[in-house]
């Protein structure tokens, strides 16, 4: 519930920043957030690229087990 209520005043001072009447942060919000986006982006993309790297590692993985326990079962019949 605090969450909510502390949620809800950050709001509403973003709010009365960005408004002509209130503090008039308007141009310098647009101006932080047209420099962090392409930021935002590089650090998005690094996050993707690592997730990427580590399903096509875990999908070897997978395979390199259901090889194993493949051969394991054939020995097994075998014996």
């Not at 590089?42 to 790297?53: D, N, S």
């Not at 096509?56 to 395979?63: G, Q, R, S, T």
């Amino acid at each position: 519930m605090i969450a909510i209520i502390c949620g809800l005043i950050l709001i509403a001072f973003c709010v009365f920043a960005a408004l002509p009447g209130g503090l008039a942060w308007g141009q310098e919000m647009i101006n932080v957030l047209k420099g962090g986006g392409p930021i935002l982006a590089a650090f998005v993309g690094l996050i993707a690229m690592f997730i990427g790297f580590a399903d096509i590692k875990d999908k070897n993985e997978a395979k390199r087990e259901e090889a194993e326990a493949k051969k394991a079962e054939e020995a097994s019949k075998k014996a």
